[in-house]
């Protein structure tokens, strides 16, 4: 069963005056990376609140931005802040998944929706968040990264479409060509590749698309790994009810054309369209895309087109 696109799964968009939390569920976080990006943020006249831990470090593990349950905290404090319209992650890394154990959403679904943004390793919050509380979250840049401090291009994406949802918002990255031609419409799901993979067999483990269209990207994974990962999806029926393949980009996985051959190899038999490199994930002027929401995929063209607005 798809998710549902009415208004009541899409948060609304911003205006200048609204409030917005930053927070930080995954890795730590450079303190002068936030301060430019809060710095960009209210340059687009919002009111930029950050959450207590987001500058902690794990007293232990250093890839880790503060405790699991500090993080929880956190954004469970920013999504249920009443004058908070959108919830900002600082950065990806790792420790999305381990932190959704100590995440209570019982309090975040009696609260109004609001969007999520984030990428990368955010992809596990994105899963967990649509399917217990159905809501329309972007997949974009994260705002104590280079990617929306230092791309111009990225950020002006990402602020387009908070700010300037469009009933058609057609989406299309440089160099994106078809994989398999044809054209298919469905619910965007999916993200990080090998976060996807890893939320197999937990508690919250990544949706089918039922029909759906996959999106998925990924970073400094060999195209052995990426193999791994796709055939775990396989063998998991994850792939059984797919209208279309959106693939993102691959940054530091090694040769483009082993990773296309692997992509090709373990996506081609699936029967359905499949666009590569259609510009989101880990790469510059990197696009920001709904996840939840219902779209055309046009392989031939290598355009990913919503058919409705993206936000309220």
Same mark, same amino acid.
């Given at each position: 069963m798809?998710?549902?696109t009415?208004d009541?799964?899409?948060?609304r968009?911003l205006r200048?005056?609204? %409030? *917005?939390?930053?927070?930080?569920?995954? $890795?730590?976080?450079?303190? +002068?990376?936030l301060?430019?990006?809060?710095?960009?943020? +209210? #340059?687009?006249?919002l009111? *930029?609140?950050?959450?207590e831990h987001v500058l &902690?470090?794990h007293?232990?593990l250093n890839?880790?931005?503060?405790? &699991?349950? &500090?993080?929880?905290? /956190?954004?469970?404090?920013?999504w249920c802040?009443?004058?908070?319209?959108?919830?900002l992650c600082?950065?990806?890394?790792?420790?999305?998944?381990?932190?959704?154990?100590?995440?209570?959403?019982e309090p975040?679904s009696r609260?109004p929706r609001k969007?999520?943004?984030?990428?990368?390793?955010?992809?596990a @919050?994105?899963?967990?968040?649509a399917?217990?509380?159905?809501?329309v =979250? !972007?997949f974009?840049?994260?705002?104590?990264t280079s990617a929306?401090?230092?791309?111009?291009?990225?950020r002006?994406?990402l602020r387009s479409?908070?700010f300037?949802?469009?009933?058609?918002?057609? @989406?299309?990255?440089?160099?994106?060509e078809?994989?398999?031609?044809?054209r298919? %419409? $469905?619910?965007?799901?999916?993200?990080?590749l #090998?976060?996807?993979?890893?939320? !197999?067999?937990?508690? =919250?483990?990544?949706r089918?698309p039922?029909? $759906?269209?996959a999106?998925?990207e990924d970073?400094? +994974?060999?195209p052995?790994?990426?193999d791994?990962y !796709?055939?775990q999806?396989?063998r998991?029926?994850w792939?059984?009810? *797919?209208?279309?393949?959106a693939?993102?980009?691959?940054r530091?996985c090694?040769s483009?054309e082993?990773?296309?051959?692997?992509? #090709?190899?373990?996506?081609g038999? @699936?029967g *359905?369209?499949?666009?590569?490199?259609?510009?989101?994930?880990?790469?510059d002027?990197?696009l920001s895309v709904?996840l $939840?929401?219902?779209?055309?995929l /046009?392989?031939?063209?290598?355009?990913?087109? @919503?058919t409705?607005?993206?936000l309220r």
């Amino acid at each position: 069963m798809s998710i549902s696109t009415s208004d009541s799964t899409r948060p609304r968009g911003l205006r200048p005056g609204d %409030t *917005v939390a930053v927070v930080a569920p995954a $890795g730590p976080v450079p303190a +002068e990376q936030l301060r430019a990006g809060v710095a960009e943020l +209210e #340059s687009w006249g919002l009111r *930029v609140l950050i959450g207590e831990h987001v500058l &902690d470090r794990h007293p232990r593990l250093n890839y880790l931005a503060g405790l &699991d349950r &500090d993080r929880a905290a /956190d954004l469970i404090w920013a999504w249920c802040h009443p004058e908070i319209s959108a919830v900002l992650c600082a950065r990806g890394g790792y420790g999305t998944m381990r932190m959704l154990d100590e995440l209570d959403l019982e309090p975040l679904s009696r609260a109004p929706r609001k969007l999520l943004v984030g990428s990368s390793d955010v992809t596990a @919050l994105h899963e967990a968040l649509a399917r217990e509380l159905d809501v329309v =979250t !972007l997949f974009g840049p994260m705002i104590a990264t280079s990617a929306f401090t230092e791309d111009a291009t990225a950020r002006e994406r990402l602020r387009s479409i908070l700010f300037e949802p469009r009933e058609r918002l057609s @989406l299309r990255g440089t160099g994106a060509e078809p994989l398999r031609s044809g054209r298919a %419409t $469905g619910v965007l799901h999916g993200g990080n590749l #090998s976060v996807l993979a890893g939320t !197999l067999g937990s508690a =919250t483990p990544p949706r089918r698309p039922e029909p $759906g269209i996959a999106l998925l990207e990924d970073v400094t +994974e060999e195209p052995y790994q990426l193999d791994r990962y !796709l055939t775990q999806l396989r063998r998991a029926g994850w792939f059984d009810h *797919v209208t279309g393949v959106a693939l993102g980009s691959w940054r530091a996985c090694g040769s483009l054309e082993r990773v296309r051959t692997t992509m #090709s190899d373990l996506l081609g038999d @699936l029967g *359905v369209p499949v666009a590569w490199e259609l510009g989101f994930g880990h790469r510059d002027g990197q696009l920001s895309v709904p996840l $939840g929401l219902t779209a055309e995929l /046009d392989a031939d063209a290598c355009e990913l087109t @919503l058919t409705g607005p993206a936000l309220r």
